[in-house]
């Protein structure tokens, strides 16, 4: 892999592991230090590498510099040698000769505890994503930008005051205590689930499918697995579904980036062997007595994923989507839902239960009519697709309801 692809891969998969690891040395309130030391390591890196060439081990190299620049900084700076140094003096024998531990182990465990501070319930949720991402994902204050349709100053702000908060907080970093384990976790997976539809459902212009944002939230969900105190079976739900959705990725896009729908998709496509692991995940998530929206959608997933053709498959799906309404209504759940009746009883059944939502300022309501619409009634599927058309945000989005709209047209 070249310099100029390499560094960015590592950023992305290393800084959040550096930061992570100083994080637990230094303090929550010393988040920042930790990204000042972890930036200049890669620059460092950049001038190094293009001059001198890539090291042996590129992973160890990165690590050991992070601990030089974090003793050199802690040696230099005189309000961090009476703040910090006290607290990693109790910790290590000679700050100058400190020993920052990178085992798996200590890099998880790491991990795990600067997740569930991020996610702490104080802190704005918008704030909580994007600290997620910038600091447990690796990305960049233009991608973070990107994801949430808004400027880099706006971020820049936004993660800034989430700082300060964390710092006023004085949280320390560690899991919650077992009475409060559950609800804590409850929204750290909200998070992640936020992060990965932001993914699956990206609004940016271009990137209507950003894989890497999925990729990162089953990454740390798999993290929360690996974990004797956070392996609960919500939790085995969300990833279940996480994976039930990935393993459509290669199918949810044409060659010219148009987005296909679930009924057009290729079924070859689908990847067998993550339909698997989510079958086991949502298996384990069957271990406990608590239903959770997570196990819902977990098991609507299973049956869109099953390539079997049930004749009950959707009314199945049907009554999953009334159970989850039941559990925590929103109004795409609720059009999801009149798609799933349409199949289980009849079009016209599903298109008066979707008028009735009114939903008339969401592309994904007059994208949902005119399907429902192509096989009764022509021309009013021509209105809902146009319609369509004028709401969506990306383009491919666009490119799929212009390709909806030839094929009305050829009906005529």
Known sequence: MPNKELIPHLFRTESSKIIAVLTKVFGLAHVALAEDIVSDTFLTATEKWASEGLPDNPTAWLYAVAKNK??????????????????????????????????????????????????????????????????????????????????????????????????????PMELPSPPEMDKRLENVLRI??????????????????????????????????????????????LLSLMCFHASRFEARMSKVGEIILYDDQDRSLWDDDLIAKANHFLIESAKGD?????????????????????????????QLYNRLLQIEYSPIAALNRTYALAQANGVKKGIQAAEKLALVEAYSYHLLLGNLYSSVAIDKAKSHYRLAQQLAKSEAEKKTIAEYLRRMETID
């Open 70 to 171: 974090t003793r050199d900084f802690l040696r230099r700076d005189q309000h961090f040698s009476h703040t910090i140094a006290p607290t990693v003096k109790a910790q290590q024998s000679e700050m100058e000769e400190i020993q920052l531990d990178w085992s798996e182990k200590n890099i998880t465990d790491s991990q795990l505890k600067m997740m569930f501070a991020i996610c702490h319930p104080d802190i704005p949720e918008e704030a909580q994503v994007g600290l997620a991402l910038r600091i447990l994902c690796g990305f960049g204050i233009e991608e973070i930008a990107l994801a949430f349709l808004t400027s880099k100053a706006v971020i820049n702000k936004r993660l800034y005051r989430a700082k300060e908060k964390l710092r006023s907080l004085a949280l």
């Open 192 to 237: 992640l689930y936020l992060l990965f539809n932001e993914g699956y459902y990206s609004q940016t212009k271009h990137l209507p499918l950003r894989k890497e944002l999925c990729l990162e939230a089953m990454r740390l969900n798999y993290l929360l697995i690996e974990h004797e105190r956070t392996n609960k079976p919500f939790v085995n739900a």
């Open 290 to 318: 608590v239903i959770t929206k997570y196990h819902l959608e977990a098991s609507i997933a299973y049956w869109h994923a099953t390539k079997q053709q049930a004749t009950d498959k959707w009314e199945h799906i049907l």
